[in-house]
């Protein structure tokens, strides 16, 4: 189970996006938002939300969950269907690195216990030797991705198109 986790995490959004034939590019550019929320707003939404509760560190790691992953579940909501089917093959590559990012950024987010778990794994030890070339690496597949696959209709085969 130890090596199941962190395999899960980092296949689970891939499977989403493909399935769901969400622009990769998008989700990933709204997990690192989601990250952004984390970090400057995080703190802040956790004290509003938690008072004086009890399980305080468990409603912190939910809240900071909820702050980094709610961008890019409802970008995958609302871009259902936006890449074409011939593309989809194309997307897999910026979706394996929506994978990683995701894994990367909810395993630190985890309740102690289920993060320990997925961090001793093997697997998540070959991940974070590797993490800086691989965000890197991901990082320009899908500025790549988002600049290749743009709208063509711009300027004047635009208005010839309208009319």
């Given at each position: 189970?130890?090596?199941?986790?962190?395999?899960?995490?980092?296949?689970?959004?891939?499977?989403?996006?493909?399935?769901?034939?969400?622009?990769?590019?998008?989700?990933f550019l709204a997990l690192c938002l989601g990250?952004?929320?984390?970090?400057?707003?995080?703190?802040?939404?956790?004290?509003?939300?938690?008072?004086?509760?009890?399980?305080?560190?468990?409603?912190?790691?939910?809240?900071?969950?909820?702050?980094?992953?709610?961008?890019?579940?409802?970008?995958?909501?609302?871009?259902?269907?936006?890449?074409?089917?011939?593309?989809?093959?194309?997307?897999?590559?910026?979706?394996?690195?929506?994978?990683?990012?995701?894994?990367?950024l909810v395993v630190p987010q985890l309740a102690p216990g289920l993060?320990?778990?997925?961090?001793?794994?093997?697997?998540?030890?070959?991940?974070?030797?590797?993490?800086?070339?691989?965000?890197?690496?991901?990082?320009?597949?899908?500025?790549?991705?988002?600049?290749?696959?743009?709208?063509?209709?711009?300027?004047?085969?635009?208005?010839?198109?309208?009319?």
């Open positions: 189970m130890n090596t199941a986790l962190p395999i899960i995490l980092l296949l689970l959004p891939v499977l989403v996006i493909v399935l769901l034939r969400v622009n990769a590019a998008f989700v990250d952004v929320l984390v970090q400057f707003a995080g703190h802040d939404a956790v004290t509003i939300f938690t008072g004086a509760s009890l399980n305080a560190h468990v409603a912190a790691s939910t809240i900071k969950l909820a702050l980094l992953l709610l961008p890019a579940i409802l970008t995958v909501l609302f871009m259902i269907k936006t890449v074409k089917q011939k593309q989809v093959l194309f997307n897999i590559i910026p979706a394996a690195g929506v994978g990683l990012l995701t894994a990367l993060s320990h778990a997925i961090t001793g794994s093997s697997v998540w030890q070959q991940i974070e030797t590797y993490q800086a070339g691989l965000v890197a690496i991901s990082t320009l597949v899908c500025l790549l991705f988002l600049w290749l696959l743009r709208p063509k209709h711009v300027g004047k085969e635009a208005k010839h198109h309208k009319a």
